[in-house]
């Protein structure tokens, strides 16, 4: 496991992350000039933004950061438990990510 500080708060990730991690790692942000960007829409929006397939949360704490409420959706038990660790100082309030261990369809059913 290893952390770093991101523009948006102190990031934990996977050391053997090739790719969030890896990014993370060599320059403290993840997607570059598409962070900021997605962060600006969010902040420009009354409403809810959706982060489905969340990972690690980088992209929920973006948004958080501008002040949108966020949903954050990601299945995979250990990914979700950094994405609470990581979005942990966006949910203390009204503004904040509200994580939501699920994966999203258009049909019901379990994955194989």
């Known amino acids: 496991m290893k952390s770093c500080q991101t523009a948006y708060g102190p990031c934990k990730f996977y050391g ?3 790719f969030i991690g890896r990014s993370l790692y060599a320059y403290g942000e993840w997607g570059g000039e598409e962070a900021s960007v997605i962060a600006g829409l969010a902040a420009s929006s009354d409403g809810i933004a959706l982060d489905v397939g969340a990972n690690i949360g980088f992209m929920s704490m973006a948004m958080a950061s501008s ?7 990601e ?3 250990a990914l979700c438990d950094l994405l609470l660790e990581n979005t942990a100082q ?8 509200m994580v939501l261990p699920f994966a999203l369809s258009d049909f019901n ?4």
């Open 16 to 18: 053997k992350d090739m």
């Open 90 to 97: 966006y949910r203390r309030n009204d503004v904040g990510v």
């Open 109 to 112: 059913g379990k994955s194989t």
């Open 67 to 73: 002040g949108c409420k966020v949903m954050a959706f």
């Open 75 to 77: 299945p995979q038990p």
